[in-house]
């Protein structure tokens, strides 16, 4: 519902609407209101958000007071006191019969071999309205399908011209990649590259397609609708956190995605879904994923039994730690919380070592430190689209943050947000802004220096295009604005940070978000991934080794054994793959990656697709990740874990709390965990939670998370609703030592690259190969 | 591109006609196919950038009128009305002698460049039926020695 449907500041208008009273602001659409009432009239070209077409005739009613002499389109009328409306007279449902029958006119019913066959609109209007008779016998004037991108197909003859494509593309993307050309019957959907189309490939048009005209590369006739499981889940790729709905069905691998898209709408991002939403899942169906564990014999990885690997790696970990070995653990940005959490659980409680980091993409602990006893200022997704104004310092959100950047770009449309863009480069956004303010590269804690009040940052922030008296105006008008959201990015650290949220704190209802990379990078860091702070920001009793740390010991040859979740240290995180020669490397991952062929048990792990359990986006919204199918051979993290601790004859229950209290010592016992079960069975009681039974119950992992971790209250039965939950950053982070000091490594993606996945996924690569291959052709001209 | 000096004064006169710079596109385009002689890739392109458009833009709106065209037409173009007023006093057959004479279809051009050839819908002159209209000028109450006669005139211009 955008700015038409609020009706700000406007009194109530009674209607009647097939003899029912209806009330609804003066001035909302007819459609609108009586959508809101519980009857439905049916549209093409009507969509909420987009700018009003009045293309395809097909929501006509009667209006009879005030009298108007013929059939009205309810997606163009807007109400009045008094106005009475027939939406299911025999006059108007034979309207929308010729409608469809028009439509029909030139359509090459395909229905048994299209895409949308299934969930096709003009098919269900068909089915409504009944024009099962066409009066149109002329031969049909085909086109062939044309092939856009990689991933846009576009089929003309299936097209009714509705111009929601092109609109979506235009108002929504503000990409105007799609035009119609020529007129009346010749109308046609263009592209804007002649052939092709030149754009960010998100494939909203292809989702707010209402036939089957354009359909998805990856997915074009492969199966039907109704052959699908759809389960909605937590995007894995950048860190907005938008909900992707997966057409999952089973195969001989166990189970096959074949497709991402957003139809089921429910999630932070409404109508919003990129690239990786929509096409990256695809790295889960690659032939190479390892779906048998590895272990090195005689110098050979070897396929061996879940049971012989896990029992190695059992075995070894205790040997080390028997031996007073060091151990390192490194864990990932894309694990659930449950994972993460479990993971440092066994690293602390069972390894019995701090020595545990991830790739760290924004310094969270400052964030935390900063916003410490005021959880009212950390920004959620959900507030870049509704807040009045947003000020975005660093980073280039359209790619590495395509749903913060789709929710500002729409605010600015739909309910006039003043935007101001701070940045080195002219980014795409700068076209929504009211103020764009160019700093030298890498000067982004000298702006957040400035706002927040030293008048000496001024010089070094100053530019040909922004001198230091527009920076004073611009400090002027920021102070000013009412509930300004701020958004930085990863070049803001410690201080930086401080100094922005100092400023905040000065302009009235502002709010703070701070943009990592990955799905679950706020919520690793929430688990406590870190060596020198627990879950929660609480510091450790005594810090361990961070990334830089383990890999000096390694190359020390101190380093005795490695265990590494979801992430490549000898590829992106700076271990030399022969530093690792003296360490006993484990390796959970779903690809033989590069550490993966150097380690001394390969364990394959499921995707984020192929798990349950919750992510938490940068922003601090917290969103259900729902598993899509099982991939034979391979097991959660969260399994592989519990498994590991069992070979090494711990008792699960201190890792996983399981049972109802049976083990009560009363609190005789004293030290860390003495009656932790016992403490989450009267939480489970207290909450009305039924106790946990199976040892690989991630869920029970969230018991815990809920009950210990600071800003992880929230409510549990929204949460289990599909909905996105907010946790605070209520944490004991305000005792951060100050030069805590964070050493990021950014992964600064393209939308058409992912990280620790993109490489992995054919689509993502071959529309980045189409974009290459162009720029040669352009070049060579 | 440059257009000429007339072509730059009515622009700027125009773009404060109008609360939009998009509003000024569809008479831009025929002043500047006017003078080009059709809407060419640099037109389009130039009016893009001027009017802060896409070029996608332009060709949307362009392609919606069958008066502006994207390939050079002869230097005479030859419009003949063939709706209901002119047909009922002989305009089918003043289209196919032109057709005929000219060695050319509808939408034609001779090899010469000299001519082209239209049909074309109701141009307003119903009462001095079969008319044709070459570029900006009127020819009424035409019959086909009449209409060589037109044609003759061109020629030898």
Same mark, same amino acid.
């Given at each position: 519902m955008g700015t038409r449907g609020f009706g700000f500041g406007m009194a109530d208008a009674n209607i009647t609407v097939d003899g029912k009273k209806i009330t609804a602001p003066?001035?909302?659409?007819l459609i609108d209101a009586c959508k809101n009432a519980g009857i439905e009239i049916p549209s093409f070209c009507y969509y909420p958000?987009?700018?009003?077409?009045?293309?395809?005739? $097909?929501?006509v009613v009667r209006v009879d007071?005030? !009298? $108007?002499?013929k059939l009205q389109t309810a997606c163009t009328t807007t109400i009045s006191d008094g106005m009475v409306v027939t939406t299911d007279s025999e006059e108007v449902k034979q309207s929308r019969k010729a409608v469809v029958e028009i439509l029909l #006119?030139?359509?090459?019913?395909?229905c048994p071999v299209?895409?949308? #066959?299934?969930?096709c609109e003009l098919q269900d209007m068909t089915f409504t309205?009944?024009?099962?008779?066409?009066r149109y016998v002329e031969p049909k004037n085909h086109k062939q399908e044309q092939q856009w991108s990689p991933v846009v197909f576009f089929?003309?003859?299936?097209?009714?011209?509705?111009?929601r494509c092109v609109r979506v593309c235009n108002e929504? $993307?503000?990409?105007?990649?799609l035009g119609v050309e020529n007129r009346? /019957?010749?109308s046609l959907i263009v592209p804007n590259g002649g052939d092709h189309l030149d754009c960010e490939e998100c494939g909203m048009c292809i989702d707010i397609?209402?036939?089957?005209?354009l359909t998805s590369g990856s997915y074009?006739? !492969?199966?039907?609708?109704?052959?699908m499981n759809h389960v909605s889940t937590i995007c894995?790729?950048?860190?907005?956190?938008c909900k992707t709905t997966l057409g999952v069905r089973s195969s001989e691998a166990g189970m096959e995605i074949l497709r991402g898209d957003?139809?089921? !709408?429910?999630?932070?991002n409404d109508d919003f879904l990129c690239i990786k939403g929509r096409y990256a899942f695809d790295f889960a169906n690659?032939?190479?994923?390892?779906r048998q564990p590895l272990v090195r014999k005689n110098g050979v990885l070897t396929a061996v039994t879940w049971e012989e690997a896990v029992t190695a790696v059992g075995d070894k970990f205790a040997e080390v730690k028997q031996s007073g070995g060091v151990f390192g653990v490194i864990g990932s940005p894309r694990s659930t919380n449950e994972e993460a959490y479990l993971l440092q659980k066994f690293a602390r409680?069972?390894?019995?070592?701090?020595?545990i980091d991830h790739q760290r993409t924004a310094d969270f602990p400052a964030f935390v430190s900063a916003l410490a006893g005021k959880p009212e200022m950390a920004g959620s997704m959900r507030d870049a689209y509704m807040v009045p104004a947003i000020l975005l310092l660093g980073g280039d959100a359209t790619d590495e943050h395509p749903l913060l950047a789709y929710q500002v770009r729409n605010n600015v449309r739909l309910h006039s947000a003043k935007l101001y863009v701070v940045n080195s480069q002219e980014i795409k956004l700068k076209r929504q802004a009211a103020e764009f303010a160019q700093i030298p590269a890498g000067t982004e804690s000298g702006v957040a220096a400035f706002l927040a009040g030293?008048?000496?940052?001024?010089a070094a922030i100053a530019t040909a295009i922004t001198s230091a008296d527009a920076w004073r105006a611009l400090r002027e008008t920021l102070r000013s604005a009412q509930n300004l959201l701020i958004a930085f990015s990863s070049?803001?650290?410690?201080d930086g940070i401080a100094n922005i949220a100092k400023f905040a704190g000065s302009v009235s209802g502002a709010k703070v978000i701070c943009l990592a990379d990955y799905a679950n990078s706020r919520g690793v860091a929430d688990m406590g991934l870190y060596p020198d702070l627990l879950p929660g920001y609480a510091s450790a009793a005594k810090a361990g080794l961070d990334l830089a740390g383990m890999s000096a010991a390694a190359q020390q040859g101190k380093l005795g054994a490695l265990l590494v979740v979801g992430a490549n240290p000898v590829y992106d995180?700076?271990?030399?793959?022969?530093?690792?020669?003296n360490t006993f490397v484990v390796v959970q991952d779903m690809f033989l990656t590069e550490t993966a062929a150097i380690a001394d048990v390969v364990l394959p792990s499921a995707s984020a697709y192929e798990t349950s359990g919750t992510f938490t986006n940068t922003s601090g919204d917290l969103q259900l990740v729902k598993k899509a199918g099982d991939l034979h051979g391979t097991k959660p993290d969260f399994e592989i874990i519990v498994r590991i601790a069992s070979a090494m004859g711990v008792d699960v229950s201190t890792l996983v709390p399981l #049972?109802?209290?049976?083990?009560?010592d009363m609190g005789q016992s004293r030290g860390a965990q003495s009656g932790e079960a016992d403490r989450s069975a009267v939480y489970l009681q207290k909450q009305g939670l039924e106790a946990r039974v199976?040892?690989?119950?991630a869920a029970a992992l969230f018991d815990e998370i809920q009950r210990l971790?600071?800003?992880?209250? /929230?409510s549990r039965m929204n949460l289990m609703a599909g909905n996105d939950v907010r946790t605070t950053t209520?944490? !004991?982070?305000?005792?951060?030592?100050?030069?805590?000091?964070e050493s990021l490594r950014p992964a600064?993606?393209?939308?058409f690259s992912s990280g620790s996945l993109g490489r992995y996924s054919r689509v993502l690569n071959s529309v980045a190969e189409n974009r290459d291959s162009k720029l040669v052709e352009v070049a060579a001209d | 591109m440059r257009f000429s000096d007339a072509f730059e004064a009515r622009f700027t006169e125009m773009l404060?006609?109008?609360?939009?710079?998009?509003?000024?596109l569809v008479p831009t385009l025929l002043f500047a196919q006017d003078e080009v002689g059709y809407v060419s890739e640099d037109v389009i392109a130039e009016l893009a950038t001027r009017l802060e458009l896409t070029t996608l833009d332009v060709r949307n709106v362009m392609s919606?009128?069958?008066?502006?065209?994207?390939k050079p037409r002869g230097k005479y173009n030859v419009q003949v009305c063939t709706n209901i007023a002119c047909t009922l006093k002989g305009g089918d057959e003043l289209l196919s002698h032109c057709a005929k004479r000219l060695g050319?279809?509808?939408k034609g051009t001779t090899a010469d460049g000299q001519f082209s050839l239209e049909e074309v819908e109701?141009?307003?002159a119903c009462s001095w039926a079969p008319a044709i209209q070459v570029n900006y000028d009127f020819h009424e109450n035409l019959d086909v020695p009449k209409m060589d006669a037109v044609l003759d005139g061109y020629a030898k211009k």
């Open positions: 003066a001035g909302s659409l958000n987009l700018s009003l077409q009045g293309a395809c005739r $097909m929501c007071a005030p !009298k $108007m002499p #006119g030139n359509h090459p019913l395909d299209c895409d949308a #066959g299934g969930q309205y009944g024009a099962s008779e066409s089929d003309s003859p299936r097209c009714i011209l509705c111009y929504a $993307m503000d990409v105007a990649a009346g /019957v010749s397609c209402p036939v089957g005209a074009r006739y !492969k199966t039907r609708p109704w052959e894995t790729h950048c860190g907005d956190g957003n139809r089921d !709408k429910s999630g932070i690659r032939e190479d994923r390892l409680s069972t390894l019995g070592t701090n020595n030293d008048d000496s940052a001024v070049d803001l650290q410690g995180l700076g271990f030399a793959a022969d530093s690792l020669n #049972g109802a209290g049976t083990t009560a199976s040892p690989f119950d971790v600071p800003g992880y209250d /929230v209520a944490g !004991k982070a305000a005792a951060l030592p100050a030069s805590r000091g600064h993606d393209t939308l | 404060t006609h109008y609360p939009t710079k998009r509003s000024v919606y009128y069958s008066m502006l065209v994207t050319i279809g509808h109701c141009i307003g």
